[in-house]
């Protein structure tokens, strides 16, 4: 009886000293986004783009090289633009950026004032899809071909 109440107290004590090494331990780091590049034809055209279309803001960009145009996301991260791409992607609409607005109907007013074609997820031709959790959802394409996803913001974020 000695013997088996000592192997419990010996077990319990390399447990708790492991649990203790183990929450003394960093966790390991998650990865976080810094930026999304994407790669254009026409720095200035896709620029114009993306400041009129999304009105994203723009933020200082460090190369002051004319080659590349810096985009702040928040605390997503930021946008790069880089010229030299040597002709427009032919992507497929699964690979695209993403993008929630709080009112996708104002947000697709100003695609129309611009004429900037969009399309659902099927691509029928200015409709929207509703997705199976009530986020209405438009595509349309940047000047290079890059799908771009826009989306009503979530509720109870």
């Not at 003394?24 to 720095?43: F, K, M």
């Not at 709080?102 to 997705?131: H, M």
């Amino acid at each position: 009886m000695k013997l088996s109440c000592f192997s419990l107290l010996l077990v319990l004590g390399l447990f708790s000293s492991r649990t203790a090494i183990a929450q003394q331990q960093p966790a390991p780091q998650t990865a976080v986004l810094n930026h999304i590049a994407v790669y254009v034809t026409e720095l200035k055209r896709s620029a114009d783009f993306y400041t009129s279309v999304l009105k994203l803001q723009l933020m200082e960009e460090p190369f002051k090289d004319g080659k590349h145009v810096w985009y702040t996301l928040g605390p997503a991260g930021q946008l790069h633009l880089i010229q030299g791409a040597l002709q427009p992607v032919k992507p497929n609409k699964n690979e695209h950026l993403c993008f929630s607005v709080v009112s996708i109907d104002e947000f697709i007013a100003g695609l129309n004032k611009q004429k900037v074609p969009y399309e659902d997820w099927g691509g029928g031709a200015n409709k929207t899809t509703l997705r199976v959790d009530g986020v209405k959802q438009i595509y349309f394409q940047d000047p290079d071909g890059h799908w771009i996803e826009i989306n009503d913001e979530r509720k109870g974020k």
